[in-house]
């Protein structure tokens, strides 16, 4: 007899966790949990569906880890700290190696960032996968207050969950790369990292942030319009990766500036604060890097080396469209 | 060309609302809110699945209503106020006149209880409905307080819910009932009554409660098994409708006891408070009925008016069976 609703939360799901800020976890209607004192709450949901976010033969692991790192770099995004998740998990039958597999990955991410999963709900319908992240912040970073002449920055490499999703639909050629390197890649998809320790310094010197998951592009326009400015970024400062340089151009600076899933925070910065970012860059053995420029002329221009001004028909990945 | 995402979300979703602990809503990668000092911080999720939940024919509004209903229903069973709510929306494509209906279905319930919709999330796959409410409590209700003999006691009718279904599956059929009766059935599974304001003065002399969205008997027992004891069930005290009163006997009891959707509070209560319990009744302007004893002895027994011990085979709904 497959396992009922209340013995796959049991099994797989309700694991002590050592957070004492929760009152009352899974297995009551509500979880009862207990804010710090004198900061603001933090929340974000995110979905991952099948077919659309992830694969029928991605890893159960992946699929658990990745619906949790969607989530904690929404919090990213905002200098904010998680603590709790719900997870709301459909399934169209009772498959437990996935279930187990599943868990695994999602514990294995909440578990790195000392996250309690504190309740959650299981239905019956197509696979998908539904996680709500509350966490806490202090002093915040929106998207709203970029400002004429900020330098624009990005952590990391572009591009590469862009190009994780072309070899795996075979857009690309797998030829040019060893199959060493193609896992690694398809990792970066499926177990971002997650910049929440960047961002816990970047708040306290940065004027706006967002998190890459549509395209760089897509998503640096939602800081220009929730802070109506422009940007021009050079196409040849994107850092790439060492795998996705081997892509010809133009098509590794189209996946670098449209391609989604990268989940790199883009963010802007004054010139005064430009020197402080070394010191952050050393201390989180992180990469930061320089594409461009927050102007008064609204709109988003991209130009090449060569000066030449980009067409930006393909605004990158846009749902429903 | 049909909308895309971000006009979707602030034709239908932006909505300007009231609420002062909103410090930043729609729009950012986290929503930033301001929970009251002093109160614990309630939350709860839960998915709406089409042909699961609901149908193809359902009206959007009702989808819309019901999504949100659900979610007031587990902050009710806590003794919760309700205050934001997330929202995850799967669709399959861009229907305006289904979003424009479910939009509204959706804010005229979160309107009646002053809940704001802080962010959610957009996708495309097949649809689905996924809501996390966040509320306060200060007392609160668990499921695991109940106490040898204690009076079980629920609000409202059972059954209903359960006879919508029954309706829509055929299982039933309509000649028994009026047009005008059937709708109001039907209403009664996609727009239930939520019972926060009850539950507002409930928490204060109850000993545990639940909400009865798989039906009573599955409910009852999360609160047995939390609660380390048994219970007895008197089928002839169940409170039916006059709609339910017309189905034959033992398939009324047997929708009474087990049929889900019918979102009342299952309560337990020491005997020295049940003479508060008509104050409330009629402040409330509610029913609530006892309808059996917390008992020592473990398990869950269900007694005809002739005394006789109905068999429980078929304990309410149940995920995945």
Redesign the interface.
């Known amino acids: 007899?497959?396992?009922?609703?209340f013995d796959?939360i049991s099994t797989y799901f309700q694991k002590q966790n050592k957070r004492k800020d929760v009152?009352?976890g899974i297995?009551?209607?509500?979880?009862?949990?207990?804010?710090p004192?004198g900061k603001?709450?933090?929340?974000?949901?995110?979905?991952l569906?099948?077919?659309?976010?992830f694969f029928a033969d991605t890893p159960a692991y992946d699929v658990g880890y990745k619906s949790v790192a969607v989530s904690l770099s929404?919090?990213a995004?905002?200098g904010?700290e998680p603590a709790?998740l719900?997870?709301?998990l459909?399934?169209p039958?009772?498959d437990e190696l996935w279930l187990e597999s599943f868990a695994q990955g999602l514990f294995a991410c909440l578990d790195v960032h000392d996250i309690a999963l504190?309740?959650?709900?299981?239905?019956?319908?197509?696979l998908?996968i539904?996680t709500?992240?509350?966490?806490f912040?202090d002093k915040?970073l929106?998207?709203?207050n970029a400002k004429v002449n900020d330098a624009i920055y990005v952590t990391g490499t572009l591009g590469e969950g862009g190009l994780a999703l072309a070899l795996l639909k075979n857009e690309i050629a797998e030829d040019n790369f060893a199959i060493a390197e193609i896992n690694c890649i398809k990792q970066r998809l499926f177990r971002p990292a997650v910049r929440l320790n960047e961002a816990k310094y970047l708040k306290q010197i940065a004027h706006a942030a967002?998190?890459i998951s549509d395209g760089l592009l897509a998503d640096l326009q939602h800081i220009l319009d929730?802070s109506h400015v422009g940007a021009t970024i050079y196409a040849d400062k994107l850092p790439l990766s060492a795998s996705l340089q081997k892509v010809p151009l133009p098509l590794k600076t189209q996946i670098a500036l449209t391609g989604g899933d990268d989940y790199e925070l883009c963010f802007t910065l004054p010139s005064a604060q430009v020197s402080q970012l070394a010191h952050i860059e050393q201390h989180t053995k992180s990469q930061f890097t320089c594409i461009g420029n927050i102007e008064q002329q609204l709109g988003l221009r991209v130009i090449t080396k060569d000066g030449e001004l980009l067409s930006l028909e393909k605004l990158g990945y846009?749902?429903?469209?």
């Open positions: 007899m497959p396992l009922g609703e796959i009152v009352v297995g009551d209607d509500c979880a009862v949990l207990s804010p004192v603001n709450l933090l929340v974000s949901t995110d979905t569906n099948l077919h659309q976010h929404d919090m995004a905002m904010g709790w719900l997870l709301s459909t399934l039958d009772v504190v309740g959650g709900n299981l239905t019956k319908g197509p998908a539904t709500e992240i509350l966490g912040g915040m929106t998207r709203a967002i998190d929730a846009k749902h429903f469209l």
